[in-house]
């Protein structure tokens, strides 16, 4: 069974920027998840998950301009990190461990390849920094997801490289990490889908 986007965003912080992109290179983006409409997107499959650079008008009290169907920037925009949900019509070919859960080798498949992942452990609020993908070990794989956010990676906020982060504040993105909290056991406020 496909994960499809009504079951992960039930895992999704509520804080964070969302932007939804299609295969066609289409996207909304969104304050934090519960301006997602419950209905929209729903039946839809996640093709990826990751971090990107996108557009947000400092007017948060403003609906976007929308010309002929594109939301276009203005100098009211502001370019802010975002956590990335890729979705398509179909599913990927990839083989789900458990159908009523979420466990972490069920979604590591669709994150992103690269860059800045903290993996927390909720039962002590311990965690692991790694910045591949395929870094992040296999003793995770049979932990329950229990959310996924993201925050200032601390890496590179160091003092020793702010003309570093100068240099991207197109990618401010890179800025980040993205925060897979796993969990022994699995949340018991998640409907079944």
């Known amino acids: 069974m496909a994960i499809q986007f009504n079951e992960l965003r039930q895992y999704l912080a509520r804080n964070v920027r969302l932007s939804i992109c299609f295969e066609d290179g289409y996207y909304h983006n969104y304050l934090m998840i519960s301006d997602v409409p419950a209905e929209k997107y729903k039946n839809l499959y996640v093709y990826g998950v990751g971090m990107i650079d ?5 007017d948060v009290y403003a609906a976007p301009k929308d010309l002929d169907g594109v939301i276009t920037s203005t100098k009211d925009d502001t370019i802010e990190p975002a956590i990335e949900i890729v979705l ?39 965690y692991k920094v790694y910045e591949y993908r395929k870094d992040i070990p296999s003793n995770y794989d049979d932990m329950f997801l229990y959310g996924i956010g993201m925050e200032d990676n601390s890496d590179e906020s160091d003092k020793n490289i702010i003309k570093m982060l100068e240099k991207r504040k197109c990618d401010s993105y890179m800025n980040k990490q993205m925060v897979i909290v796993l969990s022994n056991t699995a949340r018991t406020d998640i409907d079944a889908v």
């Not at 996108?54 to 400092?58: A, G, I, L, P, Y």
């Not at 458990?98 to 979604?107: G, P, R, S, Y």
């Open 88 to 126: 398509h019509e179909a599913p990927r070919n990839i083989e789900r461990k458990a159908e009523d859960v979420l466990l972490f080798k069920d979604i590591k498949p669709y994150l992103q390849i690269g860059r800045n992942f903290a993996v927390v452990n909720r039962e002590d609020w311990s």
């Open 54 to 58: 996108v557009e947000f008008s400092m």
